[in-house]
């Protein structure tokens, strides 16, 4: 199929921006992550742990016509494990205000995680720019699955989580420039997961994702390509801990 020029200028560019990115994860390439101390979470990626470690893009897999940085940073501690996602924006659009809600169907960030691949059970955490959550626990069975919301929830078990926009309201329908994600995950709610909690050398496979729908389309970013389901696990790539 013939490409025009407009086309073929546009995808030079987006390969060079990415080749220009040393952090960009390629397939199967494995995010490693650094230990720290536990902190608190600014919701923005205030505390001095965060500038131990490298930014890791994550591709844009649809809507190349309009392209927009996605990318993540993670820390392990002796009780959990840290994400933070920073993503460009224009269009706030997120109007669910609860938690366990269909949060997918608006602009979300998604992490799975799969610390036995002995075991087809893995666990999702999503979050919205409004800072609401769906933490939900997945048996896969041949390509069926269906999320297990956590018994007692409370405490320890708890996962911490703050969300920043930046330029912009937070709020419905706001025109921004960006919003962040800042969330620590404890080990005492995967408990019902092996390998867990992580040491030193400890590999994990896990996959991120965000999804945007800004001007009625839809784009998604991963780290790890999949295909039609952000479910296929065999396609996470490996997390190792340092």
Not at 102 to 121: A, C, I, M, R, S
Not at 136 to 163: A, M, S
Not at 213 to 222: E, F, G, R, V
Request: aromatic content about 14%; charged content about 25%; hydrophobic content about 35%.
């Amino acid at each position: 199929m013939r490409m025009s020029g407009t086309w073929l200028i546009l995808l030079c560019a987006f390969g060079f921006a990415h080749a220009q990115t040393n952090s960009t994860v390629n397939k199967m390439d494995p995010i490693e992550v650094t230990k720290t101390r536990d902190f608190e979470l600014s919701g923005d990626g205030q505390a001095v742990s965060w500038q131990r470690t490298d930014w890791y893009s994550l591709p844009q897999r649809s809507h190349l016509e309009n392209m927009r940085e996605t990318k993540l940073k993670v820390l392990y501690s002796e009780t959990g494990i840290y994400f933070l996602f920073y993503c460009q924006d224009e269009v706030l659009t997120a109007s669910k205000t609860a938690d366990f809600e269909k949060l997918w169907l608006e602009d979300v960030v998604e992490v799975f995680l799969w610390p036995d691949t002995g075991h087809n059970l893995y666990f999702e955490y999503e979050i919205s720019p409004l800072n609401y959550e769906l933490p939900i626990l997945i048996p896969n069975i041949n390509g069926e699955f269906l999320g297990w919301r956590p018994w007692q929830y409370t405490g320890d078990r708890k996962i911490k989580h703050q969300t920043k926009v930046v330029g912009g309201k937070k709020e419905t329908g706001a025109k921004i420039s960006g919003w962040y994600a800042e969330f620590f995950i404890p080990y005492e709610l995967l408990r019902p997961l092996s390998n867990v909690p992580p040491q030193a050398g400890t590999t994990w496979r896990a996959n991120m994702y965000r999804v945007d729908h800004d001007h009625q389309k839809i784009a998604h970013w991963s780290w790890q390509e999949t295909g039609k389901s952000f479910h296929e696990i065999q396609k996470f790539g490996p997390m190792i801990f340092r």
